[in-house]
């Protein structure tokens, strides 16, 4: 298991240079060939997985592409676009199926001497019953009924309970580290490009990507290259998107 500092005032950015990173950084589709660092992806991984997860379950597993003949089987299957062509992509996959190895790895790793009593419970009992949907999602369906009932007394969390609710909660915790990814990469001063277009059935043979596992992006990274950012940014106004309580 990686260990990582757990004091937050090791290392705290400012307010501005949080600011600066994250209004510099842009999806590059133009990349130079100069390879990343191993030592420099490492790095970006280790920071992709302190982002914040659903019960710690770090629903999510990350393939790294560095191979030439390999980045060019990829180059068709993301339909030939100039982003495709980086040094490094990083396939970022949710996983709605390694939730029972997390709960045990959880237990088998805690990083104090004992492990509380509350947590083996909820790893051992809460965590199994609340992802478990059981054959054929069946025991989603019961599940969802019982909440139905038992909600007319009290608020509970409803979801999920059912195999798609499952994917969707594996992808909302990967993309909270894939965005840590990108801000990894930028801080180190290379470039991102987050690609959704990509045909996963052939993405699924080329990488051999696990049956449950779900392709969110491929991420390619390199050092910017001309022309590698195409328009202005543009974002609409906070007041049509936001709501003052």
Not at 124 to 143: D, M, S, V
Not at 211 to 227: C, D, F, K, S, T
Request: aromatic letters at 8%; one cysteine or more.
């Amino acid at each position: 298991m990686t260990s990582f500092p757990r004091d937050p005032d090791e290392a705290m950015a400012s307010p501005a240079a949080l600011r600066a990173l994250i209004e510099s950084r842009r999806a590059v589709r133009r990349f130079t060939a100069e390879p990343v660092p191993e030592a420099v992806i490492r790095d970006c991984l280790e920071l992709a997985v302190l982002a914040p997860n659903s019960c710690n379950l770090q629903p999510w597993s990350f393939q790294v592409i560095r191979e030439p003949a390999l980045l060019a089987q990829l180059h068709p299957v993301c339909m030939s676009q100039h982003a495709a062509r980086a040094p490094l992509i990083i396939a970022v996959l949710a996983r709605p199926d390694t939730w029972r190895q997390a709960c045990r790895q959880i237990v088998e790793h805690w990083p104090e001497a004992e492990v509380p009593a509350r947590i083996r419970h909820f790893y051992g009992k809460t965590a199994p019953f609340q992802y478990n949907q059981g054959p054929l999602g069946l025991l989603g369906l019961f599940k969802r009924q019982l909440v139905r009932l038992l909600a007319l007394r009290k608020p509970l969390m409803r979801r999920p309970n059912s195999r798609a609710e499952m994917r969707l909660w594996a992808t909302k915790s990967t993309a909270l580290a894939a965005q840590n990814l990108m801000l990894a990469f930028h801080s180190h001063g290379y470039a991102t490009c987050p690609m959704e277009g990509f045909d996963e059935v052939r993405l699924r043979r080329v990488l051999e990507i696990p049956r449950q596992a779900i392709p969110i992006m491929l991420l390619a990274v390199g050092r910017q290259g001309e022309r590698g950012v195409y328009n202005p940014r543009l974002r609409f106004a906070l007041e049509q998107q936001v709501t003052w309580r």
